[in-house]
């Protein structure tokens, strides 16, 4: 579905992604883990058009990406970006509107606004809230849904359990596996590796900007550098 | 007495307030004071100063004066859209600092008030009066004809604005890229058709405000100077709240009109630029409190 080769991006003399070469397939979970720096965000950025890859090509369906990022969320790529970022001022459900954005027909706004609510009833009590008055965990939940509002075909998740409690992220991970049973291929990036692999299908880890190691995810849970590296255990 | 000089002050008020507003919308949306704004206005004081002499042989009074406010409103709506073509979309595009646009601004402000001086030279010139100048009684207080229109046309061109803000789509548009431009561009909002429709509301309401001041103080190639005074109603209310923008304009106009009652025209603004210091040096964040989000 989303094909990237040889992606090469720079800020300035500094190579953020060096030959980033992958694949997403149709209705899968792709988890792209690593740490701080390894060029995650960037990653996602680049395939949204919020940054220029100074070489490579990002493929989605088969034909080239736009050069825009609200053209790209019109072919069905959305991005939840890291740290929620949800519209503070606005209330709860005007930030459901907001992700809508590109839909055609006010009614289509109005029903996906109610699935939104019985995905995650919190939101209904609180549609009238401004956002930024939400709970962490409330404000991601919002953050994801205000993504799901556009209908994507692909949706892209930067860090959905950074600084939210044991509780929450496993309400965020469940949140993403309903989202893949809905068939919307999902590309997960994360630092909690061991959720991470656990839920997707294929996992690709990140260092400094290269690929380190790829793999199916139970595989890479298994695997001894991984656990070492990224999962906190001796072996 | 007194609740006519609040009435005239009301009136006054919402004359900065129209001026305040399509400053702060700008602000907002690329957090910089756009003094180009000021030059709009004199530009679209002049552009009504036409509609209404052309077409006083065809039409009098109050069809005459809507039209010669749309012709303006319009005109300037159209303006700020050339504006921002030529003296923003580049800067927004390389991601220049803030000074530049500072630069840009006062530059094209510069440009259309000496526009003016070249096509229209630098004299005066007065709107012809539209209204009898008389009054209406409302039992004991009586309010000129001239001050309660502007009022009512102010306040209706604002009405209109806050509706287009909280009950359309292209509103949503303008608040969500107002809090955050990269996000916004995630939800599929194409940065510079929000931009452009800011402009353009933002011109609209100069456009309005450039035909009052052309009424209440002739037409001159610096009118659009007044600008100053929707600025500090901006920092009184609040610079980047519509809301503060309000306030702090209808209350300027009321002091303005009281100064001017008790320590006359010459100190009245003295006065008002030592509320303005007093406010950026005890309450920064103005009258309405919101604190300006940096970009995160």
Same mark, same amino acid.
């Given at each position: 579905?989303?094909?990237?080769?040889?992606?090469?991006?720079?800020?300035?003399?500094?190579?953020?992604?060096?030959?980033?070469?992958?694949?997403?397939?149709?209705?899968?979970?792709?988890?792209?883990?690593?740490?701080?720096?390894?060029?995650?965000?960037?990653?996602?950025?680049?395939?949204?058009?919020?940054?220029?890859?100074?070489?490579?090509?990002?493929?989605?369906?088969?034909?080239?990406?736009?050069?825009?990022?609200?053209?790209?969320?019109?072919?069905?790529?959305?991005?939840?970006?890291?740290?929620?970022?949800?519209?503070?001022?606005?209330?709860?459900?005007?930030?459901?509107?907001?992700?809508?954005?590109?839909?055609?027909?006010?009614?289509?706004?109005?029903?996906?606004?109610?699935?939104?609510?019985?995905?995650?009833?919190?939101?209904?009590?609180?549609?009238?809230?401004?956002?930024?008055?939400?709970?962490?965990?409330?404000?991601?939940?919002?953050?994801?849904?205000?993504?799901?509002?556009?209908?994507?075909?692909?949706?892209?998740?930067?860090?959905?359990?950074?600084?939210?409690?044991?509780?929450?992220?496993?309400?965020?991970?469940?949140?993403?596996?309903?989202?893949?049973?809905?068939?919307?291929?999902?590309?997960?990036?994360?630092?909690?590796?061991?959720?991470?692999?656990?839920?997707?299908?294929?996992?690709?880890?990140?260092?400094?900007?290269?690929?380190?190691?790829?793999?199916?995810?139970?595989?890479?849970?298994?695997?001894?550098?991984?656990?070492?590296?990224?999962?906190?255990?001796?072996? | 007495?007194? @609740?006519? +000089? %609040?009435?005239?002050?009301? &009136?006054?008020?919402?004359?900065?307030? $129209?001026?305040? !507003?399509? /400053?702060?919308?700008?602000?907002?949306?690329?957090?910089?004071?756009?003094?180009?704004?000021?030059?709009?206005?004199?530009?679209?004081?002049?552009?009504?100063?036409?509609?209404?002499?052309?077409?006083?042989?065809?039409?009098?009074?109050?069809?005459?004066?809507?039209?010669?406010?749309?012709?303006?409103?319009?005109?300037?709506?159209?303006?700020?859209?050339?504006?921002?073509?030529?003296?923003?979309?580049?800067?927004?595009?390389?991601?220049?600092?803030?000074?530049?646009?500072?630069?840009?601004?006062?530059?094209?402000?510069?440009?259309?008030?000496?526009?003016?001086?070249?096509?229209?030279?630098?004299?005066?010139?007065?709107?012809?009066?539209?209204?009898?100048?008389?009054?209406?009684?409302?039992?004991?207080?009586?309010?000129?004809? @001239?001050? +309660? %229109?502007?009022?009512?046309? &102010?306040?209706?061109?604002?009405?209109? $604005?806050?509706? !287009?803000? /909280?009950?359309?789509?292209?509103?949503?548009?303008?608040?969500?890229?107002?809090?955050?431009?990269?996000?916004?561009?995630?939800?599929?909002?194409?940065?510079?058709?929000?931009?452009?429709?800011?402009?353009?509301?933002?011109?609209?309401?100069?456009?309005?405000?450039?035909?009052?001041?052309?009424?209440?103080?002739?037409?001159?190639?610096?009118?659009?100077?007044?600008?100053?005074?929707?600025?500090?109603?901006?920092?009184?209310?609040?610079?980047?709240?519509?809301?503060?923008?309000?306030?702090?304009?209808?209350?300027?106009?009321?002091?303005?009109?009281?100064?001017?009652?008790?320590?006359?025209?010459?100190?009245?603004?003295?006065?008002?630029?030592?509320?303005?210091?007093?406010?950026?040096?005890?309450?920064?964040?103005?009258?309405?409190?919101?604190?300006?989000?940096?970009?995160?």
């Amino acid at each position: 579905m989303l094909s990237i080769e040889n992606l090469h991006v720079a800020y300035g003399p500094v190579h953020a992604l060096e030959g980033i070469s992958l694949e997403v397939p149709r209705g899968q979970i792709i988890s792209i883990i690593g740490s701080n720096g390894a060029g995650k965000t960037t990653l996602l950025n680049t395939i949204c058009a919020l940054i220029r890859q100074k070489s490579g090509t990002i493929k989605f369906e088969g034909r080239e990406l736009s050069r825009f990022t609200h053209q790209i969320v019109k072919l069905g790529i959305v991005q939840v970006p890291e740290g929620r970022k949800v519209f503070a001022g606005l209330t709860v459900r005007e930030n459901l509107m907001a992700g809508g954005y590109v839909l055609k027909e006010a009614l289509r706004l109005q029903q996906n606004i109610e699935k939104m609510f019985d995905l995650y009833p919190i939101l209904r009590d609180r549609q009238n809230q401004q956002a930024g008055t939400l709970s962490g965990g409330e404000q991601q939940m919002l953050a994801i849904c205000r993504g799901l509002m556009a209908e994507p075909k692909l949706l892209l998740l930067d860090e959905p359990s950074l600084g939210l409690g044991p509780i929450i992220v496993n309400g965020v991970f469940q949140l993403i596996r309903r989202i893949r049973e809905q068939g919307i291929t999902v590309v997960l990036v994360e630092q909690n590796a061991r959720k991470a692999l656990a839920l997707c299908n294929y996992a690709y880890v990140l260092e400094n900007g290269k690929i380190a190691m790829r793999g199916q995810g139970r595989e890479l849970l298994c695997d001894a550098a991984i656990k070492k590296a990224y999962l906190g255990e001796c072996s | 007495m007194t @609740p006519q +000089l %609040l009435i005239n002050g009301i &009136s006054l008020g919402s004359v900065y307030a $129209l001026i305040a !507003v399509g /400053f702060a919308l700008i602000f907002n949306i690329l957090k910089f004071s756009n003094f180009s704004h000021g030059g709009l206005m004199s530009v679209t004081a002049y552009i009504g100063y036409v509609a209404c002499v052309f077409l006083g042989h065809y039409i009098k009074d109050l069809p005459l004066f809507v039209v010669t406010l749309v012709a303006a409103a319009l005109g300037g709506g159209l303006l700020a859209l050339v504006v921002e073509r030529v003296a923003f979309r580049r800067l927004r595009n390389s991601n220049s600092s803030v000074i530049y646009y500072f630069i840009s601004s006062i530059t094209m402000g510069i440009l259309m008030e000496n526009s003016i001086t070249i096509f229209a030279s630098s004299n005066f010139y007065s709107y012809p009066s539209f209204f009898p100048a008389s009054v209406i009684r409302f039992g004991a207080l009586s309010v000129a004809i @001239p001050d +309660l %229109l502007t009022f009512l046309f &102010s306040a209706a061109a604002l009405v209109i $604005l806050l509706v !287009v803000l /909280f009950r359309t789509k292209i509103g949503l548009a303008i608040r969500s890229t107002s809090f955050d431009t990269s996000t916004a561009k995630l939800m599929g909002m194409d940065p510079n058709r929000v931009v452009a429709a800011t402009f353009f509301a933002s011109g609209v309401l100069g456009g309005v405000a450039g035909v009052f001041l052309g009424i209440n103080y002739t037409l001159y190639p610096q009118l659009g100077q007044l600008i100053v005074k929707g600025f500090v109603a901006s920092v009184i209310g609040g610079l980047g709240s519509i809301s503060g923008a309000l306030i702090g304009a209808v209350l300027l106009g009321v002091v303005e009109i009281f100064l001017i009652g008790l320590v006359g025209a010459g100190w009245s603004p003295v006065v008002i630029f030592v509320i303005m210091l007093v406010f950026l040096l005890l309450r920064p964040r103005g009258i309405s409190g919101v604190i300006v989000q940096e970009k995160a």
